[in-house]
């Protein structure tokens, strides 16, 4: 569905339009200006009620869960960034490396 200039959206059009993306950034980015209309006039938190968010919450179980799967430190480090910098931050990088060099 393409909204030509000067088309004013509506909220029912929005909502039904969001519901084709699965996670808040693919809204955000496929349908900007729907996003902006739900942000300007306060229904955004609605939209995103029932959109997935994208965002890893790390624990240590699933950071070392993910370097298991991984062959050698630098496939972990580019492939899971954000674990990668947890296990820094815990202070468990060293238990990640054993994981990995005993493959």
Avoid: D
């Amino acid at each position: 569905m393409t909204y030509l200039r000067g088309h004013k959206l509506s909220k029912e059009e929005v909502i039904s339009k969001a519901k084709t993306y699965s996670t808040k950034s693919e809204f955000s980015s496929g349908f900007r200006s729907g996003y902006e209309h739900a942000k300007r006039n306060g229904y955004l938190n609605e939209i995103h009620s029932f959109l997935k968010s994208n965002v890893i919450v790390w624990t240590k179980e699933k950071v070392l869960e993910r370097a298991s799967e991984c062959l050698n430190l630098v496939t972990f480090q580019r492939r899971y960034p954000g674990a990668y910098a947890y296990s820094l931050r815990h202070e468990f990088y060293e238990e990640i490396k054993n994981i990995i060099n005993s493959k």
